[in-house]
T-cell receptor, first 113, second 112 residues
Framework: KNQVEQSPQSLIILEGKNCTLQ??????????LRWYKQDTGRGPVSLTI?????NTKSNGRYTATLDADTKQSSLHITASQLSDSASYIC????????????FGAGTTVTVRA | DAGVTQSPTHLIKTRGQQVTLRCSPK?????VSWYQQALGQGPQFIFQ???????QRGNFPDRFSGHQFPNYSSELNVNALLLGDSALYLC???????????FGPGTRLLVL
């Protein structure tokens, strides 16, 4: 069973609107949580990294939140643009093994004009 | 800085064949990780190389092997290819102790 679950699987939003993606994880012990953006046919690009002591981090129009107690994270996209169309992947790092990363299946976001 | 580069970009093989994929890490990075990403799925960790040795391995059979060279570049070898090996193979590099991995564009492998 995957230790990182993302929802929704996909969503369509209109340009200029906001959206929120969810990530629930069971990885333990937890080291850090990352959100990546992956354009079709490209490698993932890091958006944010949060340790257990951080509960929010922003990167431009992207804001990630983390609740380490409930093991939930969200990625909020503000004022979406057509270029935001991509897959957004939640990645959780286990304990002290930073190379032991668990990836979610991703949420595919489609922004329409 | 060219970032992480991978070759080839696309590859078509038949069942039973062997394949070698190549990765050059971002300048200054000494650690290379390999991932398999099936269509519509998140990447799955294959293994990581540091100082020319395999440091950690995911749940992949021995048909998957790798190598890291003194210049930190790396190869992923897959023997006895199966149809299920068709996927995007991603290489990611990092500097030991750094949190961020930088991914390459991937090699798309199709096994017929």
């Amino acid at each position: 069973k995957n230790q990182v679950e993302q929802s929704p699987q996909s969503l369509i939003i209109l340009e200029g609107k906001n959206c929120t993606l969810q990530c629930n994880y069971t990885v333990s012990p937890f080291s850090n949580l990352r959100w990546y953006k992956q354009d079709t046919g490209r490698g993932p690009v890091s958006l944010t990294i949060m340790t257990f002591s951080e509960n929010t981090k922003s990167n431009g129009r992207y804001t990630a939140t983390l609740d380490a107690d409930t093991k939930q994270s969200s990625l909020h996209i503000t004022a979406s643009q057509l270029s935001d169309s991509a897959s957004y992947i939640c990645v959780v790092s286990e304990g002290s093994n930073d190379y032991k990363l668990s990836f979610g299946a991703g949420t595919t976001v489609t922004v329409r004009a | 800085d060219a970032g992480v580069t991978q070759s080839p970009t696309h590859l078509i093989k038949t069942r039973g064949q062997q394949v070698t994929l190549r990765c050059s890490p971002k300048s200054g990075h000494d650690t290379v990780s390999w991932y398999q990403q099936a269509l519509g799925q998140g990447p799955q960790f294959i293994f990581q190389y540091y100082e020319e040795e395999e440091r950690q391995r995911g749940n992949f059979p021995d048909r998957f092997s790798g190598h890291q060279f003194p210049n930190y570049s790396s190869e992923l070898n897959v023997n006895a290819l199966l149809l299920g090996d068709s996927a995007l193979y991603l290489c990611a590099s990092s500097w030991t102790g750094a949190e961020t991995q930088y991914f390459g564009p991937g090699t798309r492998l199709l096994v017929l």
